[in-house]
Each structure stands twice: as structure tokens, then as C-alpha cells.
């Protein structure tokens, strides 16, 4: 059964950083590309940043330059560092995973970026 857990949301004044983690089991993440997305009050789930499994990188434009996705194949993990935090990156921040053809999601965790 596959599983990811988010952590490391909290509140954080504009400026800020914050750095997320996501801890995956039921899954050996050294073969797949890992995600993260986000969804605002009131808005859609958008998506963030990826990371393949040769730990190529993208980012959304309203990222970019600002937030870093990693990953330690070795602790199955996946990371979101993010600086220069503004308000309107506030939203639940979810990690996300395609495996074995199904879509893998954590329960999100909450990022509050105040002005």
C-alpha cells in the first residue's frame, strides 16, 4: 500500500522559508518522478514542481527562483524548500506520485504565509 505523508507546513511571515518533506512507503522512489502541488482557499489544485527519477527539475513560473524540490532516494523522501515566501503561496501543500499506473497523494500539509 502506498502511502505519503507531508510535513513541515506551518505559518511563516512573508519573506520567509519554510521547507517541506514528504516520506513515502509502499513505494521505492528511486524509479519515479515525484511531485508537488498546492491548492489555494477558494481555488484549484495547481501544481508546484516536479523532480524525475534522474532528479531533473521543474517548476512553475510562479516558483521559480524561489522554490527548490529535491530528493534522498536512500530515506525515500522528497523535499520542497521554499524561500522568499509570499502570501499568496498560503495553500495546502500535497505530494504526488504516479505508480504503477495510479495516482498517489498525501493528506497535504498547510502553508500560512502572513503579510
Known amino acids: 500500500q502506498v502511502q505519503l505523508v507531508e510535513s513541515g507546513g506551518g505559518l511563516v511571515q512573508a519573506g520567509g522559508s519554510l521547507r517541506l518533506s514528504c516520506a513515502a512507503s509502499g513505494i521505492i522512489i528511486r524509479m519515479s518522478a515525484m511531485a508537488w502541488y498546492r491548492q489555494a482557499p477558494g481555488k484549484q489544485r495547481e501544481w508546484v514542481a516536479s523532480?524525475?527519477?534522474?532528479?531533473?527539475?521543474a517548476y512553475a513560473e510562479a516558483v521559480k527562483g524561489r522554490f527548490t524540490i529535491s530528493r534522498d532516494n536512500a530515506k525515500n523522501m522528497v523535499y520542497l524548500q521554499m524561500d522568499s515566501l509570499r502570501s499568496e503561496d498560503t495553500a495546502v501543500y500535497y505530494c504526488q506520485v504516479i505508480f504503477g499506473g495510479r495516482d498517489y497523494w498525501g493528506q497535504g500539509t498547510q502553508v500560512t504565509v502572513s503579510s
Open positions: 523532480i524525475t527519477s534522474v532528479s531533473a527539475t
